[in-house]
């Protein structure tokens, strides 16, 4: 299994965010998996081509993901994921 967490500002948009325990090989497995569980949450993550938007970031055991186009790196067993979006604005 692998421990999933978000930053507290992705709750304003969906109150039952929390941590996840889900088993994925990939990114792009878990982006799918949290919008099985968070129907819509992959909207704020990802464009509809499934690229990482502009200012979301994914780590992997605290090493940010390399592949922001097609998710592609490994998530192995064990593994923690934590996906922060940041804000913008002035």
Do not use: C, W
Not at 6 to 32: D, I, N
Not at 43 to 71: P, S
Not at 75 to 87: H, P, R, T
Request: hydrophobic share 45%; net charge negative.
């Amino acid at each position: 299994m692998i421990e999933v967490r978000f930053t507290r500002h992705l709750k304003r948009f969906f109150p039952a965010l929390g941590p996840l325990s889900l088993r994925a090989g990939s990114v792009a497995e878990v982006v799918h998996q949290i919008d099985e569980a968070f129907p819509g949450l992959r909207t704020y993550l990802v464009t509809e081509t499934g690229a990482l938007r502009q200012h979301v970031n994914i780590f992997v055991n605290g090493e940010v993901i390399d592949d922001r186009v097609t998710l592609s790196d490994p998530v192995a067993d064990g593994a923690e994921v934590f996906i922060m979006q940041a804000l913008s604005g002035g």
